[in-house]
């Protein structure tokens, strides 16, 4: 008698956000001949975190899941569980080559960019303050370097000033979950055909913290919008100073009128809110802002055309 042995019988799930948790849901609903093996960094502290929806998910499912403090506690759990396969969606830390070399069919990620373009962190954010005209997202073949290994799938859509980074991430998240399952089916059939990334077309991002989120009024009104639209919630939101107190911008427009002023003056307020003037001569009007976590009218808080930010 012949045993058929299978290409992919364990899996391990890397990863904690949303983002991670719907594409896998996809993954996992197409098949239930895997073992899957649920790691979550633990970044219970992070207010992006999905962490008790994986555990919620994995109960509901009968899914083992075991928290990662650290890159070692990844490996340790590799060596015990034996995958044949894993995929990481928002783990942020590298994951060294003797670690990957000992997965036989690959560790495999989505990076949200259009690969080689934007390598490195918070790639989503840069396309959306550089108002790149088409928003994308790679699964690739982890690698020793940064985000260069082989290509297997990219989607995209046509960018426009609608969207945030919350409406571009739940798009892509679309995308993905709709070729998903039969991508994982030519995972299993061996039908894979990956692609070199074309180094030399490579372009690279640097990481983020929240207080990269500070305006620059001298920034013109069209670049404002798109940094603002960039980092709104559940970001940590751009933001400015002003009577000794850090103002997020929650609401926002761009004011296409030709305006000239002093950069990050308040040139007008009126009942739809507060119009600021920007670089090469272009206005923004912000509607609600928050401070310390409660939301106000713009006019509450920014209430005199004297006011310079």
Not at 38 to 45: A, G, K, L, S
Request: proline share 3%.
């Amino acid at each position: 008698m012949t045993i058929e042995m299978k290409l992919i019988g364990k899996a391990i799930f890397l990863g904690s956000k949303e983002f991670g948790l719907e594409i896998f849901k996809s993954i996992y609903n197409s098949d239930d001949e895997i073992e899957w093996l649920i790691v979550c960094p633990d970044d219970r502290q992070d207010s992006r975190t999905h962490y008790h929806e994986f555990k919620k998910f994995a109960d509901e499912h009968r899914l083992n899941l075991k928290l990662a403090k650290k890159v070692s506690n990844v490996d340790e759990i590799i060596d015990n569980f034996c995958p044949d396969i894993m995929f990481v969606i928002g783990y942020y830390q590298i994951l060294p080559k003797n670690l990957l070399d000992k997965i036989k069919e690959g560790t495999w990620g989505i990076h949200n960019s259009l690969l080689p373009k934007y390598r490195g962190s918070s790639p989503l954010v840069w396309q959306l303050i550089n108002g790149e005209k088409k928003i994308g997202s790679s699964l690739f073949k982890f690698s020793e370097g940064m985000d260069d290994g082989d290509i297997l799938h990219q989607v995209s859509f046509d960018n426009s000033s609608k969207y945030t980074i919350k409406t571009a991430t739940k798009k892509l998240e679309n995308l993905w979950i709709e070729c998903l399952p039969s991508i994982w089916k030519s995972f299993k059939n061996e039908e894979i055909i990956p692609s070199k990334q074309n180094h030399s077309d490579a372009t690279y991002c640097s990481k983020r913290n929240p207080d990269d989120g500070k305006i620059n009024w001298s920034k013109s009104a069209a670049y404002l919008d798109r940094f603002i639209r960039a980092q709104a919630k559940p970001y940590p939101m751009a933001f400015f100073h002003y009577d000794k107190k850090i103002i997020h911008i929650e609401e926002h427009e761009l004011d296409n009128r030709i305006v000239s002023g002093t950069c990050g003056q308040v040139i007008e307020k009126n009942e739809s809110g507060v119009i600021i003037c920007c670089g090469n001569n272009s206005a923004l009007k912000i509607i609600k802002v928050e401070i310390s976590g409660v939301t106000y009218h713009a006019t509450e808080v920014l209430n005199s055309i004297n006011i310079r930010l």
